[in-house]
């Protein structure tokens, strides 16, 4: 393991995206700016022929090269099997200052992250690089993986627009490229999309600054310092769980709108399911949780992008819990439960968030408020609900 190693604790910055110039911009700027840094990355488009292709370089060229068979026909899941070695092998040898796992176009980095964690090393940093320009084509396009070589196994059934959602949003840092056809509404719907990010320049010159005792990397740039920020996979799990997910706020700018949505009142499941398509086109990205009259006790989960919705189960609501259950329950569910807590419905809410250029808000929000019960149906109480249509059991695979 990476802890029995005599040296010091080997740092680990993954970056990943799919936007292939940026991504690889942002390596090389790591590797000119941390001497005797080394990136490890595993091409996948040759899985179809069987096998995945390992390269380790650093700033000064190629230093090894190899092949990782296909586990299970699936390349992702040879990467796995093949990248905590090869770490180990890195930390055994020693001086290495940071490794660089420089994912390929689709793979994503919240399974990477945390097969680094469970491996025994410390992840420093998750980066995704960005084309501002290429958000909204990334996130407008609905076509499979596939269709463009970009499936990382045979039942990779992903599209890019979901995918690209992915990995931007779990990154806490965004690696910007210089793109000179982006304009302020691609930085805008940026932005809104991960309010939270540490937003990056890629190419910007590093500050010099004295070097710190202990530390040899001077100077730094703001991509080597977020580098080597730190990073909680536990929290970033948590953070785009759907119960606890931290969505982003009501925005209005640049031509760019995000509408946050939020009733107590549960959703007509006919009414919804006939509304799902309007909702879906309605805006380039929306996310988040929402329950249904004859589900009541089902914590629901919405992620729709480039055109498709994926409506899911993501366990139940808490309030549907024995009390003596809620101690098995991650702190960080309570404390979201407790912020969304009614004396009537518990935690059970809609907190449907919508974002896009050209939002029509007024629009949307009636669309959504004409799917909820109406006065009738609501006072009429959960047992004649539980008998109303059961129009989501299709989509649901009930």
């Not at 269709?147 to 690209?164: I, K, N, S």
């Not at 009259?293 to 089902?298: R, W």
Request: net charge negative.
């Amino acid at each position: 393991m990476a802890g029995d190693t005599a040296g010091p604790p080997l740092p680990v910055v993954i970056v990943g995206g799919l936007h292939a110039d940026a991504r690889r911009a942002t390596v090389e700027q790591l590797l000119a700016e941390v001497p005797g840094g080394v990136v490890l990355h595993h091409d996948l488009a040759t899985a179809a022929a069987g096998t995945v292709v390992r390269t380790v370089r650093d700033a000064s060229g190629l230093l090894s090269a190899g092949e990782a068979p296909l586990v299970n026909d699936c390349a992702c899941c040879a990467l796995r099997e093949d990248l905590v070695p090869e770490l180990r092998r890195l930390a055994d040898a020693g001086a290495v200052p940071l490794a660089v796992v420089e994912l390929w176009d689709s793979v994503e980095p919240k399974a990477m992250a945390e097969v680094v964690t469970a491996g025994g090393f410390t992840v420093t940093g998750v980066i995704t690089a960005v084309d501002p320009a290429l958000v909204l084509p990334c996130l407008g396009n609905g076509d499979d993986l596939a269709d463009g070589g970009l499936a990382a196994a045979a039942t990779d059934q992903r599209t890019v627009a979901d995918t690209f959602a992915r990995q931007l949003e779990y990154a806490p840092v965004l690696a910007l490229a210089d793109s000179p056809e982006a304009d302020d509404e691609d930085h805008e719907l940026l932005a809104q999309l991960h309010p939270t990010a540490r937003r990056v320049p890629i190419g910007q010159t590093a500050r010099r600054v004295p070097i710190d005792h202990g530390d040899p990397i001077s100077p730094r740039s703001e991509l080597v310092k977020a580098a080597f920020a730190g990073f909680d996979v536990e929290a970033a799990a948590a953070a785009q769980h759907p119960a606890c997910a931290l969505l982003p706020a009501d925005a209005d700018a640049h031509g760019v709108a995000t509408l946050v949505w939020r009733r107590r009142r549960p959703f007509h499941p006919e009414r919804l399911y006939a509304a799902l398509e309007d909702l879906t086109c309605a805006a380039a990205r929306s996310r988040g949780r929402f329950w249904l009259a004859d589900k009541a006790d089902t914590l629901l989960h919405w992620d729709a992008a480039g055109g498709a919705l994926c409506v899911e189960g993501a366990g139940p609501w808490l309030a549907s819990l024995p009390d003596a259950a809620w101690e098995m329950v991650p702190p960080v569910r309570r404390a979201a439960a407790a912020l969304d807590w009614h004396p009537e419905h518990g935690d059970r809410c809609q907190h449907l968030v919508f974002t896009s250029p050209g939002l029509d808000r007024d629009g949307l929000a009636r669309l959504l408020e004409s799917c909820l019960l109406t006065d009738a149906e609501y006072a009429a109480g959960r047992d004649a609900w539980k008998r109303l249509p059961s129009a989501f059991d299709t989509l649901l695979e009930v």
